[in-house]
């Protein structure tokens, strides 16, 4: 009822209003005010000329896109001695040209969703330039609200417009706009530009004007939208094709952007402006800014730059309008207007932070500098503008007080919150580890911690301390950890990455430093397994604590599992003489065929209290393949070492001096050898070289793989021949010509034989038809035999493919597949005299081929069917097919289907005519 009763009061104003032409921009906007409920807010900018427009409107109807309406009042410029009190009447912002109009209205949804918001209102102002007919064109505009529980709150305000959406220019300059657009959720905003809208359009949401186009750009000129912050430039503006406006305007056009709002990555609403653009005749230029680029700021200090702008022989005005400068933020900044200078404007804008102004998103700031044209002849004065957006990002200050302290084999870090972190809901941090001690430091303006400073992530806590366990493997002695605290904040914004802190386990137990494969054999292979003692009489190992005896443990693995077999012992019953025993040599191993895995246990009290273990240190084990396309072997090799190896050395034995010789180097675990022999053995080694990274342990750590042979083998296949295929159906003969490969400059120089490989129909699989292998090559690794026929063939129809082989057997793949097809010949007769004198006694075809068989049908001519065959030959004596009996003399006709054979199969062809049949004896006048 209430939709019904605001139709009919508005159908009562529009009656008389049917020709309002005074609409020249607008947007909605929301907030929300809690559960399902929001504020709506249109904004518009009217035509005030009494010449062209005298039509106000004191409400106006929106829809929420729930199938509701309501009526929203306008709130701004009361006047008890106006029309519309106690509502609004506006506010003129220009004399005689433009009013700003605010009207506001309520509305509760029942629920999720996406609603699209509308307004549509009589009319667009006349004469704009990119709009036909823009008196008829009623003004819509809209925009867009979600709903969603899962996106945060669920509930957003929509973008804050800071800027009007109505500007002048001068024709042949640039124009510059900014709508100053910010998210007082701090989500992030994109922008694009879109046509005007009328109304319509599916679920009434309005659809593009009808010849709509974009504002006319001169030669080599651009006219964008940077959808990062909002920026627009129209460079240069052309004149108007047509002129319909009183000099010194020339033209007024009406362009279209929409601003965006996303939020974790979903788009959860957009305010969508409708933007008009006066061009006058004027030579003023716009004023220019000095560079000024984005920055950012630790909460809870303060922010202060200077902003200046120019123009030439005008006077300058320097305003301010984005997220900090607005009411909607705490202590926000201060950005006083310059006023109108002589030339160059300048203002300081400055802002104390807090920790409250701390978030993901980048604060987007706009600055605006209009001049005021002072001296430019009889032109008009028209004032233009530039706009200057940058980023403020408020960063949360770092982690103070990081210290890591060992514990056994983890690490116990701690640090002190920031005050920041005292003050939100839920905060959290993350932990990051470095195995060096390596400093790094974050680039300005740089939260968090990249994966380029080497640091890898660890974990999260909501304390201020935490234990690393190595995700409970522990961690490895001999090492120099390096870790860094980040904190997290509710929106996912990040503070600068804390200084780091580093330390490095005790040495309360050995350290194994070296496991080198001294021989290979399967049988008799040989380790050596080299360690440093513990530190006694330090705060590492407490030997007034732990008595002797003291006792080493070495233990072993074939493989790289847990070391459990016990291959020896040492002990003394001082820890002194114990410590003279740092290596080992493993005897009896199948170093050729598998890696070991050592580890040693260190006891005191004899072997009742173990003090711990060293990390486990294997081998180094080389493999080796073939690769593609031959010539070429890959090596590959893997260790599990507690020490950090950065280069590996490759040797491969001297067919010569039988010794093993460098013949590169590489940090990775992988390495190919090539410009080998196919075939022949090659002999391989690989030398690690390494080190921990506490600096205290001996460097370099050098030891050796096992040695391995292995040969390159060809297993690239050639590339496949080009064919050609000739048919002959006179002949009944198929040539078969192709390219040789080894001429095609694709690689391969060895192929020997071809594969022919034919079917008969097309949908039907290839089958070898013709091996050339058995042929002897002309010379080695070459043939000649690139032709092959096939002859004395039935049907010369098919499809042929061609391969080629090479001198290890590889096989290419199928060459093209051409397909050739018979010549098919069929024809019939049309008089025979089956007399019995021994001439023309028989209806038969003339001489044809590649048929497979027919179907004929001859009729008398009352249509009774006399005979019928399926034989090619047909070989009918004219006796009926029932009777036996000879047919009488006369014409019959007959329909044959001859079934041809081609390679796409047997195809039908219908032959239809007449056959003359005579008995009596003479010599019939045969006609072809």
Request: hydrophobic content about 30%; overall charge negative; aromatic content about 12%.
């Amino acid at each position: 009822m209430k939709r019904v009763l605001i139709y009919i009061l508005f159908f009562l104003v529009f009656a008389d209003l049917c020709k309002a032409t005074h609409n020249r921009a607008g947007y909605i906007s929301y907030t929300w005010a809690g559960g399902n409920t929001y504020n709506f807010t249109i904004t518009t900018y009217t035509n005030i000329n009494p010449l062209q427009s005298t039509v106000d409107f004191c409400q106006l109807v929106l829809h929420f896109g729930d199938g509701d309406t309501m009526v929203a009042n306008r709130i701004n410029g009361v006047d008890p001695s106006s029309q519309c009190y106690p509502l609004g009447q506006g506010v003129v912002i220009v004399p005689n040209t433009t009013k700003l109009n605010v009207y506001t209205c309520s509305h509760t949804y029942n629920g999720p969703g996406t609603y699209w918001i509308t307004m549509s209102n009589p009319n667009r102002n006349s004469n704009i330039d990119n709009i036909p007919n823009s008196v008829d064109i009623d003004f819509f505009i809209r925009c867009m609200l979600v709903i969603d529980p899962s996106l945060g709150t669920g509930h957003h305000d929509s973008p804050v417009l800071l800027n009007p959406p109505i500007d002048n220019g001068c024709l042949n300059q640039c124009f510059y706009y900014n709508p100053g657009a910010y998210s007082p959720d701090g989500d992030s905003l994109a922008y694009k530009l879109v046509p005007c809208l009328e109304s319509g359009g599916p679920g009434g949401i309005g659809e593009n004007i009808p010849g709509w186009s974009n504002p006319p750009v001169t030669a080599g000129g651009t006219y964008s939208l940077s959808p990062y912050n909002g920026d627009f430039e129209w460079c240069k503006v052309a004149p108007p094709t047509v002129l319909q406006h009183i000099p010194p305007l020339i033209s007024e056009y009406n362009i279209a952007m929409i601003v965006e709002e996303w939020n974790q990555g979903f788009l959860v609403g957009e305010v969508e402006l409708d933007m008009q653009i006066d061009i006058y005749d004027c030579n003023n230029t716009p004023p220019v800014f000095l560079p000024l680029n984005d920055t950012c700021v630790v909460a809870g200090t303060k922010l202060s730059f200077p902003v200046t702008a120019y123009a030439t022989n005008d006077n300058v005005d320097l305003s301010g309008v984005g997220g900090p400068l607005s009411v909607f933020v705490k202590d926000s900044a201060i950005f006083p207007n310059s006023g109108y200078t002589y030339q160059t404007a300048k203002s300081t804008f400055s802002w104390n932070t807090e920790c409250s102004h701390i978030r993901e998103q980048p604060y987007l700031v706009t600055f605006k500098a209009i001049n005021q044209d002072i001296n430019h002849g009889n032109l008009p004065a028209i004032p233009l503008a530039s706009y200057k957006t940058i980023n403020i990002s408020v960063v949360a200050p770092p982690v103070q007080n990081v210290k890591a302290v060992p514990s056994g084999s983890s690490m116990n870090i701690t640090w002190t919150p920031s005050s920041c972190m005292f003050r939100q809901n839920d905060p959290y941090y993350n932990i990051y580890r470095k195995d060096t001690c390596a400093n790094w430091q974050h680039a300005p303006c740089q939260t968090g911690v990249p994966p380029v400073s080497g640091y890898t992530y660890l974990d999260s806590t909501n304390s201020n301390h935490f234990t690393d366990t190595n995700k409970g493997i522990g961690l490895v002695r001999g090492v120099d950890y390096s870790y860094i605290i980040v904190a997290v904040y509710p929106d996912g914004s990040q503070s600068y990455a804390s200084t780091q802190s580093c330390a490095h386990l005790v040495r309360d137990v050995p350290i194994i430093t070296n496991v080198d494969v001294i021989q290979t054999d399967s049988k008799s292979g040989q380790i050596r397994i080299r360690w440093i003692k513990p530190l006694a009489d330090s705060a590492d190992l407490d030997t007034t604590k732990y008595h002797g005896p003291y006792q080493y443990t070495l233990l072993r693995d074939s493989g790289f599992g847990l070391p459990g077999k016990i291959i020896t012992t040492f002990s003394s019953p001082y820890f002194a003489y114990l410590a003279k025993d740092t290596s080992y040599l493993d005897t009896l191993l199948n170093t050729a065929g598998t890696p070991y895995n050592y580890r040693i246990d260190f006891y005191a009290n004899g072997d009742s209290l173990i003090i711990g273990s060293t990390d486990n240190a294997s081998s180094v084990f080389l493999s080796i393949s073939p690769a593609l396309p031959g010539n070429i072997l890959n090596l590959s090799w893997q260790e599990q070492v507690p020490w950090i190896n950065t280069n590996y050395v490759i040797y491969r034995q001297n067919s010569v001096t039988q010794l093993y010789d460098p013949i590169g180097h590489t940090s990775l675990q992988t390495y190919s050898d090539s410009n080998l022999v196919n075939t022949h053995s090659y002999c391989y080694l690989v030398k690690s070289i390494g080190a921990y990274s506490d600096t205290s342990i001996p460097r370099p750590l050098i030891n050796h793989s096992e040695t391995k042979c292995a040969a390159p083998q060809d297993k690239q296949a050639p590339c496949p021949p080009v064919l050609n295929v000739t048919a002959n159906c006179t002949k009944y003969v198929d040539s078969l010509v192709w390219t040789d490969p080894d001429n095609m400059n694709c690689g391969t120089h060895d192929v020997t034989a071809y594969r022919v490989y034919f079917t008969p129909f097309e949908d039907q699989p290839l089958h070898i038809l013709y091996d050339t292998k058995n042929r002897k090559p002309i010379q080695p690794y070459q043939t000649q035999d690139t032709t092959y026929i096939a002859d004395s063939l039935i049907s010369v129809a098919g499809c042929y493919a061609v391969t080629a082989i090479d001198s290890f057997g590889n096989e290419s793949v199928y060459s093209n597949r051409i397909c050739v097809d018979n010549c098919p010949v069929y024809s019939l007769p049309n008089v025979f005299s089956p007399n019995g004198d021994g001439e023309n006694d028989y209806f038969k075809p003339f001489p044809y081929k590649f048929v497979k068989d027919i179907d004929l049908q001859v009729y008398d001519r009352w249509g009774v069917l006399v005979f019928r065959t399926s034989d090619p030959d047909i070989h009918w004596d004219g006796q009926n097919m029932t009777s036996k009996q000879p047919v009488t003399d006369g014409t019959y006709f007959y329909v044959c289907v001859v079934n041809e054979i081609h390679y796409e199969g047997i195809v039908p062809r219908v032959l239809k005519g007449f056959i003359q049949i005579i008995q009596n004896k003479g010599d019939p006048q045969e006609q072809h």
